[in-house]
């Protein structure tokens, strides 16, 4: 660790890249976005400790889709609808997001919380390994969304890129993991999971065919445009 880092980081664990002052300050301006049921999905995934991407992350990505006009969207790790709440808010009525995950509960919670916030009608949520789901479905989107495991990053980005339209977008969320992509000799929670980010990211930053850029809010979100 260099002084930099030990300056920033007294452990070599991980950090916040943006600071929460700051954080908690954008957060004061977007409280027009708050529906019941956001405060509700936030709340479950406190007291279970579910990753689920914040308030403001969720309104990066409802802004990048409106940005493109996108109107179909993947998601590889849906958990229980967080995410997907804000692309199926920025799709519209004729718009399609297809949800993936693991765990058939995280389907069922996402109907409950989706439906309550009128948006259930326009997703197609599918159980089970989110790289075999993608494989079994079929065309071009103008967003994938990959928000699995740490491992599968290089996996998942090598799969999507193929299937973005021209001016679509590749989003990632976690990339800067807490920092630790910057750390050397960092402490791993899940073994590999900082070397298949990095690899990641590098992947993305050297593809002649995508312009990239990670907005550091919470735990950096990548956005990758095709050209
Ligand atoms: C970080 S959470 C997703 C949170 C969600 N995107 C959000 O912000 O609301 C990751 C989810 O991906 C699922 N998952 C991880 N790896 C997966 C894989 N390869 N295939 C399917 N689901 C996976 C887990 O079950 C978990 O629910």
Redesign the pocket.
Known sequence: MNDIQSAVIPESDGFIPVNPVVEAYMRTLVTHSDHPVLAE?EEFARLRN????NRL??IFLETQTKMINAKRVF??????????YWFARAVGAGGRVIC????AN?RMRAEKYLSAADVWQRIEFCV????D?FAQTDGIFDIC?N???KG?YPEIWRMAKQRIRSGGLYIA??VLWHGRVALQGSHETVRGSTEAIMEHNRLIFNDQDFDAFINPIRDGVIVARKK
């Open positions: 999905m579910f990753p689920i991407v992350a969720g998601e590889f790790g849906s958990g229980y609808g967080y995410s997907a993936s995950d693991a765990d995280n089970g390994l989110a790289q789901v969304y928000d699995v495991d599968y969320d976690n």
